[in-house]
């Protein structure tokens, strides 16, 4: 099945900083991909998806990229916030359409 | 519109026992999805279903097992409980069409295994 690594494990910024985190999968069949954010005792939340017919997609001070030659792709949080402070994780839906998630990235964004 | 709604919100177990977890989907939703998030770990794949029928299980042991009835409503039962079930079960579901894999979680239903 799918496998989906994802780094770094943490990361912390000071506000106003740019954050990436990155992610590959194995599964060249794969086609969608959403990042989630998950605060502290909270469910996921998707923040922002990107399906494999485009390269880049942006929301706001949120953007993604997929590049699926080399099977990675990237959130792009720019001129963060303490708000921004969370788990993310990167997933990726595998051929058979079930979906397999990153171990998680913990961004703290310092004031 | 109700989104995913799961139960029971806590539970305590000792080991050896079973527990059934329960999930309602979005209304709409064929889909349902489930997921294992131990503390501060990530979330593991457990089983996903869809219009009645298994599609795919995680690496999970045997002793985990579930259903989605014709409603889409889904169970979870984990049988022979260890110490190391303990964890934040999730559910997820999603529609098919366009919207399809577009996962939206429940808050989850956190076990205990004493």
């Known amino acids: 099945g799918e496998n989906v690594e994802q780094h770094p494990s943490t990361l912390s910024v000071q506000e106003g900083d740019s954050a990436v985190i990155k992610c590959t999968y194995s599964?060249?069949?794969?086609?969608?991909f959403p990042w989630y954010k998950q605060e502290l005792g909270k469910r996921p939340q998707l923040i922002i998806d990107?399906?494999?017919?485009?390269g880049e997609k942006k929301d706001q001070r949120i953007a993604v990229t997929l590049n699926k030659t080399a099977k990675h792709f990237s959130l792009h949080i720019t001129e963060t916030q303490p708000e921004d402070s969370a788990v993310y994780f990167c997933?990726?839906?595998?051929?058979?359409?079930?979906?397999?998630f990153g171990a998680g990235t913990r961004l703290t964004v310092k004031p | 519109e109700a989104g995913v709604t799961q139960s029971p919100t806590h539970l305590i177990k000792t080991r050896g026992q079973q527990v059934t977890l329960r999930c309602s989907p979005i209304?709409?939703?064929?889909?349902v999805y489930w997921y294992q998030q131990a503390l501060g770990l990530g979330l593991q794949f457990l089983l996903w279903?869809?219009?009645?029928?298994?599609?795919n299980r995680g690496n999970f042991p045997p002793r985990f097992s579930g259903r989605q009835f014709p409603n889409y409503s889904s169970e979870l039962n984990v049988n022979a409980l260890e110490l190391e079930d303990s964890a934040l079960y999730l559910c997820?579901?999603?529609?098919?069409?366009?919207?399809?894999?577009?996962?939206?979680f429940g808050a989850g239903s956190r076990l205990t295994v004493l």
């Open positions: 279903y869809d219009e009645g029928e298994e599609r």
């Open positions: 997820a579901s999603s529609s098919t069409g366009a919207g399809a894999n577009v996962l939206t």
């Open positions: 997933a990726a839906s595998g051929h058979n359409n079930d979906m397999r």
């Open positions: 209304s709409g939703h064929t889909s």
């Open positions: 599964d060249s069949a794969s086609n969608y």
């Open positions: 990107i399906r494999s017919n485009v």
